[in-house]
């Protein structure tokens, strides 16, 4: 499982480092990224909650970060819709 949840991990960065990487054309770039960390919020928690364990504490502390991670993209999809 900690394979798994590495995996998702670096996914994620690697797709979040890519669209920040190209000029962001619109907003739809910025609510794509934030639909896949939500999907990875969602993986994190059935991940957790079938392992019954929490690796140390390193699995909540991963969910934090892709809980600030959502978060932030959401507010950046609202600036980008009000052309800020």
Do not use: P, S, T
């Not at 670096?10 to 890519?18: D, I, K, M, N």
């Not at 770039?29 to 957790?48: P, S, T, Y």
């Amino acid at each position: 499982m900690k394979k798994a949840i590495a995996i998702a991990a670096l996914g994620l960065a690697f797709v979040a480092g890519a669209a920040f990487a190209d000029k962001v054309r619109d907003w739809h770039d910025l609510d794509a990224v934030h639909h896949h960390v939500q999907e990875a919020i969602h993986e994190m928690e059935k991940a957790r909650a079938a392992n019954h364990y929490d690796m140390e504490g390193h699995g909540v502390k991963a969910e934090e970060h892709l809980r600030a991670a959502e978060h932030e993209l959401h507010e950046a999809v609202e600036a980008a819709k009000a052309g800020r």
